[in-house]
């Protein structure tokens, strides 16, 4: 932090990445601060303060990130993709929330000794500094430095493997995330020319085949694409795809269509051509800044290219012949070694997807599931309130691991019915207390509501009786505040959506259990179905402790809300999260004294 403040005062930046192969820090200042350029990067270096704060608000930052992409269909199937293809290879292991939540400062004070050396390290400078001035600052600043080439970590080659298909079970999914691909070769292969004119025909940039394919020709992705990932010793190349689940075993055969008419056909002349041009134009288009020349030199020495690299690479990649792309292709899509993963809802792919090529099904905690373990049943909704611990419970609101807000509920009971009090605040921008009323069945009788959003009030007012829904709402929309009366007809059993979290914990939860009810969206004036099932069992940590817990997916609505709710009574939500958001909800301490069973 003291470094990155030093560099921003006088108008740089300073960044540090982890890669396959290295720890990459750049440093981008003005020519006239040189001098203090090569003094910062030598102290971020072989100086790191790494205080207690600091690496702890790191930590929390980082497990935030780790657990929402293990939420999140394309991160987590890039995640499984690299396990499966590098099968016990190194450039294969992940970091976890555990693995981060166990790093110590001594750990990491414990790698800086071991593998920060100045033989093997690798030092770029571009901009305007001669060679005499550079070289005088780099032995000012990192004269000092001792210390051999550390040891180059053993790996060995990823286990051979037949093909199947991994499938990450993501309850209620209506899309699927496709990952197919294999490992390649070392970066300094010299097919590096051919496969990036492969990849442009297949699947990088506006217009390829996989769009065609997928997209065009028969609407089943809304993206797709292809990369190759290189690394020193072993790249790696993907295509994805982000499909309907209807479409997803149609999708997987379609792709390894494209990858055999490449193995086996040569590209026509008009699409090579416009192929080339495209990655010789692009590659140009990366080399127009300092910072970017000096990444793409430290890129090309890392992977062990010559220094001729950057000034051939567009001559080289004009002369790739269909024959050459041909000859790619084959070596990177071998029918035996690809790696097919797919996220979705396993209980409506596997059967599908299964005439493919064999299943492996597992959770997104990496727990082997079986078809039984997937397919929901579907159940009455019925409700258990005395499963509801009376007293008070509290849930912090964070966003990118900050602290933004808090929601306090409490249940209590009232002659025959059963009172569920819900205050919350976020930031400035929103306060609101909400009262629900259920009968003693879990039936529905009053919800009021009041607050501001954005400064503007809101007040809603609503009885449940007599098959209907009747009352009356102030919103507050884009446009602006909006009133509107309710006296809506409702056939059957109906949930008001600001009861669904108190009602959670009362159903008979039990994994793979679906409901699919009828709930009135009390803001917007109808009646939607929706459906909650029992998608995952996992463990995990929340400020008040950590609890074995149902997740519970709520579908139909805007966006999902996943609820986790513990196994054990009393029963309490001690997590919720919103897909395709940085914001969650986290049990914090109470008061036990405050909360009894009846």
């Given at each position: ?435 629900i009323v259920f009968d003693s069945a879990g039936r529905m009788r009053q919800v009021t509501q009041v607050g501001k959003v954005r400064g503007q009030d809101t007040r809603i007012a609503l009885d449940y009786r007599g ?132």
């Amino acid at each position: 932090t003291e470094v990155t403040t030093a560099i921003e005062r006088v108008g740089g930046s300073f960044s540090a990445v982890a890669g396959p192969d290295a720890i990459t820090l750049q440093l981008d200042l003005v020519s006239d601060e040189a001098a203090l350029a090569f003094g910062l990067l030598a102290d971020a270096a072989l100086r790191p303060a790494l205080p207690d704060d600091e690496l702890e608000a790191l930590r929390t930052r980082s497990i935030a990130s780790f657990e929402a992409g293990l939420a999140d269909p394309v991160s987590l199937g890039g995640r499984v993709f690299l396990l499966g293809s590098y099968r016990g290879h190194p450039y294969g292991r992940q970091p976890t929330p555990r693995s981060v939540r166990d790093i110590t400062r001594a750990d990491l004070v414990s790698f800086h000794r071991a593998r920060f050396r100045p033989a093997g390290a690798l030092l770029v400078v571009v901009g305007d500094i001669s060679l005499a001035e550079a070289r005088r600052l780099a032995l000012a600043s990192f004269g000092t430095w001792k210390g051999l080439r550390p040891a180059p970590l053993p790996a060995k080659g990823p286990a051979p493997a037949r093909r199947s298909i991994l499938l990450v079970h993501q309850a209620g999914a209506q899309d699927a995330q496709l990952f197919i691909g294999a490992t390649t070769s070392a970066g300094s292969d010299s097919s590096r020319y051919a496969t990036a004119v492969l990849n442009r025909i297949l699947g990088e940039g506006r217009s390829h085949r996989l769009s065609r394919a997928l997209g065009r020709d028969h609407l089943w992705a809304t993206s797709a694409s292809s990369a190759f990932l290189r690394t020193a010793r072993l790249g790696v190349f993907r295509a994805t795809a982000q499909v309907t689940s209807e479409a997803a075993d149609s999708a997987v055969q379609e792709v390894l269509a494209q990858f055999a008419l490449l193995r086996t056909e040569l590209v026509p002349v008009r699409e090579l051509e416009r192929a080339r041009d495209a990655v010789t134009g692009s590659f140009a288009l990366r080399l127009q800044t300092a910072s970017q020349l000096a990444s793409a030199i430290t890129e090309a020495r890392l992977l062990g290219l010559p220094l001729s690299y950057l000034n051939s690479f567009r001559l080289k990649a004009t002369m790739i012949s269909a024959a050459q792309v041909r000859a790619a292709a084959r070596g990177t899509f071998a029918e035996d070694g690809l790696t097919i993963v797919v996220v979705g809802d396993a209980g409506r792919l596997h059967r599908r997807l299964g005439a493919i090529a064999p299943v492996q099904i597992f959770g997104s905690d990496g727990r082997d599931l079986t078809p039984a373990d997937v397919e929901p049943r579907t159940s009455a909704l019925t409700y258990n309130l005395a499963q509801l611990p009376v007293g008070t419970d509290s849930l912090v609101i964070v966003a990118q691991g900050q602290p933004v807000g808090m929601q306090v509920t409490q249940v209590s009971r009232a002659g025959d019915s059963v009172v569920y009090v819900e205050r919350s605040a976020l930031s400035t921008s929103l306060s609101q207390t909400t009262t629900i009323v259920f009968d003693s069945a879990g039936r529905m009788r009053q919800v009021t509501q009041v607050g501001k959003v954005r400064g503007q009030d809101t007040r809603i007012a609503l009885d449940y009786r007599g098959g209907g829904v009747r009352g009356s709402a102030l919103i507050v929309t884009r446009e602006g505040p909006r009133t509107f009366t309710v006296d809506t007809a409702v056939a059957g059993a109906v949930v008001d959506d600001n009861a669904i979290q108190a009602l959670i914990p009362a159903l008979p939860l039990a994994l793979n259990t679906r409901w699919t009810f009828n709930v009135f969206a009390s803001g917007e004036n109808l009646v939607r179905p929706m459906s909650l099932t029992v998608a995952d069992l996992t463990r995990l940590t929340v400020p008040a402790g950590t609890f074995d817990a149902y997740r519970v997916d709520l579908d139909g609505g805007p966006q999902q809300v996943s609820y986790y709710v513990t196994r054990q009574p009393p029963y309490r939500v001690v997590r919720l999260t919103i897909a395709n958001t940085p914001v969650e909800f986290l049990a914090v301490p109470a008061d036990t004294s405050a909360r009894s069973t009846p």
